[in-house]
Every structure is written in C-alpha cells, then in structure tokens.
C-alpha cells in the first residue's frame, strides 16, 4: 500500500528538522543517552558483528541494508565488516551528512520511506532496522518492507521500545508473558505510534516467513522517571546497567526493558 502524499510529507519535514543522533541520542556526556542510547547502540552493533564475523556468520557475501539510517550511527561498524552497506533514509539533510562522511565504494545512501523502501527484492544478506517501526501508525507495511528486500536465509535485526508498564509488570511476576502490544491513536513526545510486546512482533515474523531467533531488552532496569534520576546524578548508568544485569532472564521477565532487540531470519 503507497502511504499518502501529505503523510510523506509530514514525515520528511519533521525528520529533516531534527539534530543529528550523534547530538541527540549518542552524545556520552549525557547521562540519559548513555544509559539507554548507548547500551542499546552497543548491543545492537555487538548483534551485527557477530552475524556479519562470528561463528555461523555469512559467506556467501555480506551485503547490508540499514533502512531507516538517520546520519549513519551504525556505519562505522556494518561499513567495516560488510562488503557493501546502502542506508535508506527519508530525511534529505541526513542523507547528504551520511554521504559525506561515509560516501565511499562500498557504501551508498538512497532517500525514501521505509514504507516504500526504493531497493530490490531479496536482495540483502542482513538488514537492520533500528528504531523505525514504532514511528509508524501501521508498523506492518514497514516490516513487510523490510522482509521483501532480505534474501531468503538473509537476517533481519530489528530494534524498538517493548511495552513496559505496570500490567506488563504484574503479569512477568505471575510468570504471564504480554502478548498484546501497546497502540496509539497520535504519537506521543517520542514520536511512537507503538510499544511492542515481544510475543505480538514474533507472530507477526512468523505471519511474514521469518523465524525469530534470538530477543533481547536494553537496559534492563527502566521505570517512568528514571531519566530524571540519571540527570540530577541520583543514580548512575553504570550503577544501573550492572543491577540489570543481575534481573532474572528467565520467563516473562526477559521482555521486561525499554528496547527489544530482534534478530530474526527470513525463511519464505
């Protein structure tokens, strides 16, 4: 299905005024991003090393796709490890920075939406997709997009905030697992559409012929208001990162965190 004009338009004008992640997401001397932005970054990037160079990696080529690049955060990693690495990227002003900085033989940038994305089907060996679906009023489309140009046996990563709230809670300590992800009419101050519920997002991999392989949450320990402890220096990152890695990762509390990490595998 086309998304409307006045959607692309919306998108693009709101993408195209933002800082770059760098800024915004990434920066280290920000308590709030190293806490949550990096230790996801970090796991997302540990996720596509070891496909791209661990054991069982690719070998019959290593062609990437990151859909939904922004200023090509992840570049630096997939560009060394990857025999070719195309970003997609609806924001004009953020593709030209990623051509600049990363514009290279085997590295290219095309504009356009993840809803329509511009690439050839079946044709990348692992894409990633890293915080883009939940932005989206019908994720599906995306997803669908995503799958269409991952070569069957190809990987998909997929990176996105997991509902966490206090049903959500309740039910992991009775051992329930929640199945049905949170929606929104608009999106809220973060621009999402969605929380997902890890159990919603693998029936709809299974639904596309992907196999969910590996699920992972970042950080562990995450509660409303938790960001406002981390920049009056109540609490610090690394204090946090190391109590969350004492939580159980068993059960119904494997889902509990603020971004879900999917590895997944296109068999169909």
């Given amino acids: 299905m086309t998304p409307s004009k006045t959607s692309k338009v919306i998108d693009r004008e709101f993408y195209e005024t933002e800082l770059d992640e760098a800024l915004r997401l990434y920066d280290p001397s920000n308590p709030v991003c190293r806490y949550y932005h990096l230790s996801r970054k970090e796991r997302v990037e540990g996720v ?3 496909l791209l160079t661990g054991t069982g990696a690719l070998t019959n080529g290593r062609v990437v796709a990151d859909v939904g690049c922004g200023t090509g955060s992840y570049f630096p990693v997939l560009s060394r490890f990857a025999d070719r690495v195309t970003g997609v990227e609806i924001a004009r002003p953020k593709a030209r920075a990623v051509q600049e900085r990363y514009g ?3 590295v290219r940038i095309v504009v356009g939406s993840a809803t329509e994305i511009p690439l050839s089907d079946a044709r990348y060996d692992l894409v990633l997709c890293s915080e883009v679906i939940e932005h989206f009023p019908n994720p599906q489309r995306v997803l669908s997009e995503v799958f269409r140009i991952t070569k069957p046996g190809g990987y998909v990563v997929i990176s996105t905030p997991v509902r966490y709230d206090v049903g959500t809670f309740l039910r992991a300590v009775t051992g329930r697992r929640n199945r049905a992800s949170r929606r ?7 621009g999402n559409y969605s929380y997902f519920a890890p159990h919603d997002l693998a029936t709809q991999f299974a639904a596309l012929g992907a196999k969910l392989l590996n699920f992972a949450v970042v950080p562990r320990i995450h509660f409303p208001g938790l960001a406002r402890l ?3 220096g ?8 190391r109590l969350g890695e004492q939580l159980p990762h068993i059960g ?3 889902d509990l965190g603020a971004f879900g990490i999917f590895v997944t595998r296109r068999i169909a």
């Fill in 48 to 50: 596509c090393r070891e």
């Fill in 104 to 106: 290279r033989a085997r």
């Fill in 184 to 190: 929104l009419k608009v999106p809220d101050q973060h």
């Fill in 230 to 232: 981390l920049r009056t």
């Fill in 234 to 241: 109540l609490v610090s990152p690394e204090l946090l990162l």
């Fill in 252 to 254: 119904a509390f494997v």
